[in-house]
């Protein structure tokens, strides 16, 4: 299996809802990341996971929560979302420090609109 | 700080033709270097990478090689064909500048017409 698997693929919510994204691989990979994609733009990095545990956070609002039960799993649990936070939102993984050899896999991603 | 400077686009082609789009990049390390392609309505396909300075990185045609002297990874094709029509963004891994973090150029819009 060399995928990593997002759900939903879209997805429209209200600012008062509560949702979450999922991200799934099974390559074994110790690093996931989410990132966030607004039109035409390069994906911009959110959260980066080792081993399970949150390293880097890249000043992310608090609406956005990540979340990783296990080494096969990502969430990012939503909340209060504005307008602006529409966008794609990208899910990948990475070997630990194997990332500069053999890059990042990315999943296809989740079309969130807020409205 | 490490970044990647892309060619501003869009590139418009015919079918055929030879393309080039230009990425240069500044890192404190030694970077790998790598291409990802974007199709419309999808996320991002790893197309080649170079972890070395004069490797080449080669894939469906498309080639680039890691030139150290003039930091550049500049993508190329011989023939483009529709199917080519994606946004393509270089990007770098530097391991050595204290996170992993793959940062990105700004993209370039191909349009291949028939």
């Known amino acids: 299996d060399t995928e990593v698997t997002q759900t939903p693929k879209h997805l429209v919510m209200g600012m008062t809802n509560k949702k979450s994204l999922k991200c799934e691989q099974h390559?074994?990979?110790?690093?996931m990341y989410w990132y966030k994609q607004k039109a035409k733009k390069p994906p911009e990095l959110m959260f980066v996971?080792?081993?399970?545990?949150?390293?880097i956070n890249e000043s992310v609002p608090s609406r956005f929560s990540p979340e990783c039960p296990n080494s096969s799993l990502l969430n990012l649990h939503l909340h209060a979302l504005q307008p602006e936070d529409s966008a794609l939102y990208l899910c990948?993984?990475?070997?630990?420090?194997?990332?500069?050899?053999?890059?990042?896999?990315f999943g296809s991603g989740t079309r969130l609109t807020v409205v | 700080g490490n970044s990647v400077t892309q060619m501003e686009g869009p590139v418009t082609l015919s079918e055929e033709a030879f393309l080039t789009i230009n990425c240069t990049y500044t890192a404190t390390g030694y970077p790998s270097l790598f291409w990802y392609v974007q199709y419309p309505g999808e996320g991002l396909q790893l197309l080649l990478k170079a972890t070395k300075a004069d490797d080449k990185g080669s894939n469906k045609g498309f080639e680039a090689t890691y030139r150290k002297e003039t930091t550049s990874f500049h993508l190329e094709k011989g023939s483009v064909q529709v199917s080519d029509s994606a946004v393509y963004f270089c990007a770098l891994l530097d391991p050595q500048g204290g996170s992993e973090k793959l940062v990105f150029g700004k993209g370039t819009k191909l349009t291949v017409n028939p």
């Open positions: 390559m074994g990979h110790r690093a």
């Open positions: 990948a993984s990475s070997q630990i420090h194997g990332g500069a050899s053999y890059g990042y896999t």
């Open positions: 996971y080792s081993y399970e545990k949150l390293s």
